[in-house]
């Protein structure tokens, strides 16, 4: 079946400093991807999202781009600030006439003065 | 604009015991979700509802019951609690289901559940 693998967390930055976090994908076909933001004590939200191969999704200063080659969606931004403390995740459906979100694990990602 | 609102916010269960988790959302979105959020393992599908007066199981359905009340609210049903179902429980809602392209799912704050 479908899953999304996303590194382990969590991220411990200092502000300002270029962030990454890994996504990396299992499906058939040709699935949409996205990037959910949850804060502390909120539901989730979304980020970005791309639905083709070589599409890059922005959002809020963070980019992620669709390699098909590598079935992997990648969420970076180059300056990271204390309000970007969160949990990301990654997440998939498929283009198909029902489907829904499969989520990867979560990272928590914190940013420290 | 509320968006997606779910009650009670926060609930201590004994073992056996029952309860509805509410949710309703003001969106006039055709699709809901019931999802549930355990440490280490992400989201995981519950139930979810396509439309008005359909329901179908997701990834997890065991130990739950859904009703799709109407457009509106779609509520999630524990009939006999076990600790296994301490979790956080997240309604969400898309126009319609996630497949179609430019889908965006709306996620409520959440019910966090604790079955002692």
């Known amino acids: 079946g479908d899953s999304v693998t996303q590194m382990e967390g969590p991220v411990t930055l200092s502000e300002e400093a270029f962030l990454t976090i890994n996504c990396t994908y299992t499906?058939?076909?040709?699935?949409?991807l996205f990037w959910y933001v949850q804060y502390p004590g909120e539901g989730l939200q979304l980020l970005l999202k791309?639905?083709?191969?070589?599409d890059k999704g922005s959002n809020k200063g963070f980019e992620a781009t669709y390699r098909k080659e590598t079935t992997s969606f990648h969420l970076e931004k180059g300056s990271v600030q204390v309000s970007d403390s969160a949990v990301y995740f990654c997440?998939?459906?498929?283009?198909?006439?029902?489907?829904?979100?499969?989520f990867g694990k979560g990272t928590m990602l914190l940013v420290s003065p | 604009n509320a968006g997606v609102t779910q009650t009670p916010k926060f609930q201590v269960l004994k073992t056996g015991q029952s309860m509805t988790l509410q949710c309703a959302q003001d969106?006039?979105?055709?699709?809901m979700y019931w999802y549930r959020q355990d440490p280490g393992m992400g989201l995981r599908l519950i139930y979810y509802s396509a439309s008005e007066g359909t329901t179908d199981k997701g990834e997890v359905p065991n130990g739950y019951n859904v009703s799709r009340l109407n457009k509106r609210e779609f509520s999630l049903r524990l009939e006999s609690a076990a600790p296994s179902q301490t979790s956080v429980y997240f309604c969400?809602?898309?126009?319609?289901?996630?497949?179609?392209?430019?889908?965006?799912?709306?996620f409520g704050q959440g019910t966090r559940l604790t079955v002692v």
């Open positions: 969400a809602s898309s126009e319609r289901l996630l497949g179609f392209s430019n889908t965006e799912a709306f």
């Open positions: 997440a998939l459906t498929k283009p198909s006439g029902y489907s829904t979100l499969t």
């Open positions: 791309a639905t083709k191969a070589d």
């Open positions: 499906a058939t076909g040709y699935p949409s």
């Open positions: 969106m006039n979105h055709n699709s």
